[in-house]
């Protein structure tokens, strides 16, 4: 039986070792910036074939659910009508899915011509483990020619970047993580800023000088500064102002272009 | 067998955290499986065991997320270890206990996210974070804690049948 002088001693040795291991992997993440490789290329081999079952199986109830309700009144009139009924429906409904990407893959190859780029189509198969930042992982990682910091757009504008390309899964982060920062400028007045995300579904506009001409409802563009993220791309509207009295800058607020929350398929913006 | 199903439960639980989680979020705050299997396995398993699977799940959280790494193996392995040595002084079984140990793990892992966000990483948190966010989220794992601590529980008796103290008291 264990006296309590050495059990306050292990519980020491114990809190010392978790501290001391945490602090080792967050030094060496922040020194060696391919720290997290090995790891995330484990757990992304290992997780996203379930990720991918997992969001097809969503994406099919999701269909069946939405156009069961317009079955219901079909179905009355007998059974065998209804059995056929359905079948069709069902393969109406897979016509309909399929349509609906060839409509989303369209509206986002558009531009394609326009850009310098060669572009790749990825579709996001999960999103980040924890609460706190805003990543999601797209199922194209370096076997398909994506590697770090290139940048992910839709067409309704940018996503982010990805910070790591595994072998077949990449992870991007989101414009509206704390960490994100994309240069940027209003299409209207051509004033300029950095629009950082604020780990909620918003992002703001940092370093636009108070005398700025800026209104709710301007668009704000990618000024292509940086590097990542090609000149023009849209980032988002401007939803609020606010000029303090005192201070140098205005606090502006923008929604992004992308509904960030309903992320399917996505363009990888090549080298 | 026991270790091949604690394999499955990973995954299912990592996968589920990834992907349709999302379907349930209330006010962008989804529940974190992960933290609540975490307190599970503090109560659970052995003093090593626990400590080691904390620091283990907190170690693979943080690869699948963009967040930086060591943040949640700290959270998590230091909850794992509160819970093993805690678990021997005060009544863990029960859905208020469990309920209010999720409260505090919850608030615990919020706020070295807070701290390591501010201070490492020198990045921008919601101002509703403290106030709003992390109140949600601990009240969210909270209601889904002791649901959970059920079905682990029933895993763990299906798996191991001769071994008992189980802690929502629902089995057999």
């Avoid at chain 2, 990834?18 to 398993?45: H, K, N």
Wanted: positive net charge; charged residues 15%; hydrophobic residues 45%.
């Amino acid at each position: 039986m264990p006296n309590q002088g050495s059990k306050n001693k292990r519980n020491i040795v114990l809190v010392s070792a978790i501290l001391l291991l945490s602090l080792s992997l967050m030094t060496w993440n922040v020194k060696q910036e391919k720290g997290t490789r090995f790891l995330d290329s484990i757990a992304g081999i290992i997780l996203s074939p379930v990720q991918i079952f997992f969001t097809h199986t969503i994406q099919s109830a999701s269909d069946s659910i939405n156009h069961y309700f317009f079955l219901v009144n079909v179905a009355r009139q007998n059974d065998q009508l209804k059995l056929e009924v359905k079948r069709l429906i069902n393969e109406k409904n897979q016509f309909i899915e399929h349509l609906a990407r060839q409509k989303r893959l369209a509206k986002l190859m558009a531009n394609e011509e326009d850009w310098e780029r060669k572009t790749l189509v990825a579709t996001v198969i999960g999103r980040d483990a924890t609460q706190w930042s805003k990543v999601v992982f797209i199922n194209k990682g370096t076997q398909d020619g994506v590697t770090d910091h290139l940048a992910l757009i839709t067409d309704a504008g940018v996503i982010g970047q990805v910070i790591h390309a595994g072998i077949n899964t990449s992870k991007v982060l989101l414009i509206v993580d704390g960490r994100s920062a994309v240069d940027a400028l209003f299409q209207r007045s051509r004033v300029s800023g950095v629009v950082v995300g604020m780990g909620d579904d918003e992002c703001q506009l940092k370093f636009v000088s108070n005398t700025a001409d800026v209104k709710v409802g301007d668009l704000v563009l990618s000024s292509g500064l940086g590097g990542i993220f090609p000149k023009g791309l849209i980032i988002g509207k401007v939803s609020k102002v606010f000029k303090k009295k005192q201070g140098l800058f205005q606090e502006i607020t923008l929604i992004p272009g992308s509904d960030l929350s309903r992320l399917e398929e996505v363009l990888v913006l090549l080298p | 067998m026991y270790y091949f199903s604690q394999a499955l439960v990973a995954i299912f639980l990592f996968s589920a955290q990834t992907t349709w989680l999302e379907l349930f979020s209330f006010g962008g705050v989804t529940p974190d499986l992960i933290l609540v299997w975490v307190v599970y396995c503090g109560v659970r398993f052995s003093r090593a065991g626990g400590i080691g699977a904390g620091i283990a799940l907190g170690l693979i959280q943080d690869s699948l997320s963009g967040g930086l790494l060591g943040v949640n193996t700290l959270s998590k392995g230091l909850i794992a270890y509160f819970f093993s040595t805690l678990k021997d002084k005060f009544f863990v079984q029960g859905v208020i206990p469990i309920g209010i140990f999720l409260v505090c793990s919850s608030i615990f892992d919020g706020l070295v996210f807070y701290f390591s966000m501010g201070t490492i990483l020198k990045g921008e948190v919601a101002s509703s974070f403290l106030y709003q966010l992390l109140p949600v989220y601990s009240i969210y794992n909270a209601l889904i804690g002791p649901f959970m601590f059920m079905i682990l529980d029933r895993i763990d008796c299906w798996v191991q049948p001769n071994k008992s103290n189980f802690y929502m008291g629902t089995i057999r």
